[in-house]
């Protein structure tokens, strides 16, 4: 359980606390949703700032609309390691996995649920992290010349996003280089402003890529983590729900 908002200095009001829950469903055909595990979630600090600058009218006044988006992206992820309410970035995101809710239920007054469903094609594997994003994946490209293999650097196109490098898990940008049977997916080791022209690795790449090879950004903001364990499994030929609640409540 993670303070939200805490009260003034004269101690009047009530402290405010944020507790969140991840659950999964298998289905196969057109029977029942059977419950497969439930797991305790980690706020970001980025989700809770994010939601203390809703509740102060950043996002919802007049003059300043929409600038804050809420939550709307779940990822499946293969990485392991204790969720951190420090996480910008899941530890190994999958490509392919971010998708967007398909819809949101207030329960109760004090708690909000979300969901997203995957088909029986969707998502099939072993899962041991699971994201609540508020946008979807962003793209860049190999740039002119490509890149050949056992370089750390990647030169880039045009409009590449802003990344943010490291070497601690959930705290640097990941991506995945789209490019047939030579994909792979690459670490930032070093930040690198929106536009640049080139990232730095923190390995070697496997493959040499051409030019406008396409890059799979996993970017956003990590509003909650949580580590699946025991891990999921979801089988082809059966379809997923992953349901998010969030409940609010005093201290």
Not at 26 to 38: D, H, K, M, T, Y
Not at 236 to 244: A, C, E, M, P, V
Request: hydrophobic share 40%.
């Amino acid at each position: 359980m993670l303070v939200l908002l805490g009260s003034p200095p004269d101690d009047a009001g009530v402290d405010v606390r944020v507790r969140t829950n991840v659950r999964a469903y298998l289905r196969a055909g057109c029977g029942l949703w059977l419950p497969v595990g439930e797991w305790r979630n980690t706020v970001t600090t980025l989700g809770l700032t994010r939601l203390a600058q809703w509740w102060g009218g950043s996002s919802n006044t007049a003059g300043n609309p929409g600038v804050l988006a809420p939550p709307g992206y779940v990822a499946l992820g293969t990485g392991t390691g204790t969720p951190s309410t420090a996480d910008q970035f899941m530890f190994a995101e999958t490509d392919g996995t971010r998708a967007a809710l398909t819809y949101t239920l207030l329960l109760t007054t004090t708690t909000e649920l979300v969901a997203t469903s995957y088909t029986t094609t969707q998502a099939n594997g072993t899962w041991t992290e699971v994201g609540l994003w508020d946008s979807d994946v962003g793209s860049a490209t190999v740039g002119t010349g490509g890149v050949s293999s056992g370089t750390t650097t990647l030169p880039l196109g045009a409009s590449a996003p802003a990344v943010t490098g490291g070497s601690t898990p959930g705290l640097y940008t990941t991506a995945y280089v789209s490019d047939g049977t030579n994909s792979e997916y690459i670490s930032i080791a070093t930040s690198a402003a929106a536009d640049a022209s080139s990232w730095t690795l923190q390995a070697n790449l496997q493959y040499a890529h051409a030019a406008a090879t396409p890059i799979v950004v996993f970017n956003g903001t990590l509003w909650a983590h949580a580590s699946l364990s025991p891990s999921l499994v979801k089988p082809n030929g059966q379809s997923l729900l992953l349901q998010w609640s969030a409940t609010f409540a005093a201290a």
